[in-house]
Nanobody
């Protein structure tokens, strides 16, 4: 049974940084793409970034430059570093497993709130 647990969200001032973490279990982590998505109320969940088992990355246009996705296959962890946070980054951030570039499992999400 896949389990994804996010942490690291919180309230931060504009311009600050956060590092989100996702602990995975119950999966063959080393062969999976992993991803971070985010969602604001009333809007669809959107991709932020994805990373392959070998470390290749893909970023949404809105995430290029300030977001960095990484993974540690030995620790079965995925991370999302967010720098220069902006109020429009306020959202619930979700960790996900992916197959064929589609999410297959979700974590419970972690709230990121950026104050101006």
């Amino acid at each position: 049974q896949v389990q994804l647990v996010e942490s690291g969200g919180g309230l931060v001032q504009s311009g600050g940084s956060l590092r989100l973490s996702c602990a995975a279990s119950g999966i063959f982590f080393g062969i999976l793409w992993m991803a971070w998505y985010r969602q604001v109320p009333g809007k669809q969940r959107e991709l932020v970034a994805r990373i392959s088992n070998s470390g290749s990355t893909v970023y949404a246009d809105s995430a290029k430059g300030r977001f960095t996705i990484s993974r540690d296959n030995a620790k079965i962890m995925v991370y999302l570093q967010i720098n220069d946070l902006k109020p429009e980054d306020t959202a619930v951030y979700y960790c996900a497993t992916e197959m064929n570039y589609r999410p297959t499992s979700w974590g419970q999400g972690t709230q990121v709130t950026v104050s101006s």
